[in-house]
């Protein structure tokens, strides 16, 4: 909602860190935005594409992934069984990953407020959310955000009134938040293993 950063200016934003999670991010949200607006939450595991390959050829195939790719390229893998009717945001703190996956991405549809209307949002999040929706300057928004354990992040947004590839603002940072979540997921797999072999 109104804690979703507006897009930034083009001159404030930076070069991505890791250039094949731009590309998956920039992959995914293409993919999702061809299938239109108003779809629920998604969540994506980022593997190496040639370990994929190596290890999973089955799946490979039948992703149609027929080689590595471009080194150190990623292959999204869509998640099932995310919470229906629960935000996001809260299923990540109890989401870990394997060491297997070298990253991670989330899809998010949001409402966008300006600025200079954060002091008049009622407190409690059901209000919060009518107010937001019965906002005349409201944008609605989508956000796909990843994020890779080496601690790369990379980000691109749609407005729905602005609707197409060319008008995509993508960055290494727009949705601090979300990318603080997506990176503690891929820490608490890393704890995970750490205990394990402690215990093993």
């Known amino acids: 909602m109104s804690d979703t950063p507006e897009p930034p200016a083009e001159s404030m934003m930076t070069?991505?860190?890791d250039p094949a999670l731009a590309a998956a991010v920039l992959e995914i949200e293409a993919h999702v935005g061809r299938e239109g607006w108003d779809q629920p939450a998604r969540l994506y595991a980022l593997v190496d594409t040639?370990?994929?390959v190596a290890q999973e050829p089955?799946?490979?195939a039948a992703m149609e992934i027929d080689g590595p790719g471009d080194e150190g390229s990623?292959?999204?893998?869509?998640?099932?069984?995310?919470?229906p009717g629960?935000?996001?945001?809260?299923?990540?703190?109890?989401?870990?990953?394997?060491?297997?996956?070298a990253g991670c991405a989330a899809v998010v549809e949001r409402l966008v407020l300006p600025p200079d209307v954060d002091e008049q949002i009622p407190e409690d999040p059901t209000e919060a959310e009518q107010f937001a929706r019965e906002h005349p300057e409201r944008q609605e928004v989508r956000i796909v955000a990843g994020a890779t354990r080496?601690?790369?992040?990379?980000?691109a947004l749609r407005l729905r009134a602005h609707d197409d590839e060319e008008s995509v603002v993508d960055g290494t940072d727009l949705v601090p938040g979300l990318i603080e979540l997506l990176h503690t997921t891929l820490e608490h797999g890393e704890i995970d293993a750490a205990n394990a072999e402690q215990e093993s």
């Open 150 to 155: 080496a601690g790369a992040s990379y980000c």
């Open 50 to 52: 040639a370990d994929l």
């Open 58 to 60: 089955a799946l490979a």
């Open 15 to 17: 070069l991505p860190q």
């Open 74 to 83: 990623f292959t999204p893998i869509e998640q099932d069984g995310l919470p």
């Open 86 to 101: 629960q935000p996001l945001e809260e299923s990540l703190q109890s989401i870990a990953w394997p060491l297997s996956v």
